[in-house]
């Protein structure tokens, strides 16, 4: 019994390696692209930092202003909320994205301060930052329930007394049959000087699905089409504000309409 139990856990934890290296190598691939995923990635910087700037004062006030994107990418969400007074940390599992959402800062000439790191073992000290936020769908590439359990206590755990975190996430309905194939086209994208097709193929494996995001030349060149893969847990956003609740934030609460996705917000108590 002891020895099927570790080889339980043995499995649980080369199945957990597997993902943390698929979803660094998926990142740091698509790091020199991932601006297509935006018809206009400079307007998106823009708006959602808007967004976010208007959501984290409303709900922890004027004075929070220091930020942890603690799923920072190319830097989307931080490059638009530095030129509006934020003071951000940015934490990335891909090294490629790290480097860029540096490059990014500098070029705007902005201080972004990057990490890389998994979110569910944060480099920053406990209680250091007025707001932890982890957008764009970033936590269903964990395994399972818990291993976003535990990323979101990491995000309890940085976030000062009377801060918070915010969590952005696709609106997952029910998952479809497993073997259900969807295809999610994003359309033409131009950039230095070529045109791209872009598309997201969805293979359904009961509530996970892997994911083929394929980037391929539309002007009749003989470049062959960029095949990226990772995978997602399609769990719904109730489930993910109850385990915000279980880690200890309080008042958590969903915003819709004020993003391109549905957002969670919760506040670590004073006492």
């Known amino acids: 019994m002891q020895r099927t139990r570790l080889r339980r856990a043995?499995?649980?934890?080369?199945?957990?390696?597997?993902?943390?290296?698929?979803?660094?190598?998926?990142?740091?691939?698509?790091?020199?692209?991932?601006?297509?995923?935006y018809e206009n990635w400079e307007a998106s910087v823009a708006r959602q930092g808007t967004a976010l700037a208007s959501l984290i004062r409303e709900h922890w006030g004027a004075g929070a202003r220091t930020v942890l994107d603690a799923a920072v990418g190319i830097g989307t969400q931080a490059l638009g909320l530095l030129p509006l007074g934020f003071r951000v940390t940015g934490s990335d599992l891909s090294h490629a994205a790290v480097n860029r959402a540096q490059r990014e800062a500098a070029t705007r000439h902005l201080p972004l301060t990057c990490l890389v790191a998994d979110f569910r073992a944060l480099p920053v000290r406990a209680a250091s930052v007025d707001v932890v936020i982890v957008c764009d769908n970033s936590l269903p590439h964990l395994e399972t329930p818990r291993d976003i359990e535990t990323a979101l206590?990491?995000?309890?755990?940085?976030?000062?007394?009377?801060?918070?975190?915010?969590?952005?996430?696709?609106?997952?309905?029910?998952?479809?049959?497993?073997?259900?194939?969807?295809?999610?086209?994003?359309?033409?994208?131009?950039?230095?000087?070529?045109?791209?097709?872009?598309?997201?193929?969805?293979?359904?494996?009961?509530?996970?699905?892997?994911?083929?995001?394929?980037?391929?030349?539309?002007?009749?060149?003989?470049?062959?089409?960029?095949?990226?893969?990772?995978?997602?847990?399609?769990?719904?956003?109730?489930?993910?504000?109850?385990?915000?609740n279980v880690v200890g934030f309080q008042g958590v609460r969903r915003v819709d309409d004020r993003f391109f996705q549905p957002v969670l917000v919760g506040t670590r108590p004073v006492v």
């Open 10 to 37: 043995a499995d649980t934890q080369r199945s957990t390696t597997r993902n943390r290296m698929s979803v660094q190598a998926f990142y740091d691939e698509l790091a020199p692209l991932y601006h297509l995923v």
């Open 153 to 244: 206590g990491e995000c309890f755990r940085c976030a000062r007394p009377g801060g918070g975190c915010l969590v952005s996430l696709r609106d997952y309905g029910a998952p479809p049959p497993s073997g259900t194939v969807e295809v999610r086209p994003y359309g033409e994208r131009a950039w230095a000087g070529r045109r791209y097709h872009l598309r997201q193929v969805w293979s359904w494996r009961g509530t996970r699905y892997d994911l083929s995001f394929e980037i391929a030349p539309a002007d009749n060149a003989a470049d062959c089409a960029t095949i990226l893969k990772s995978s997602y847990l399609a769990i719904p956003v109730a489930q993910v504000a109850e385990l915000m």
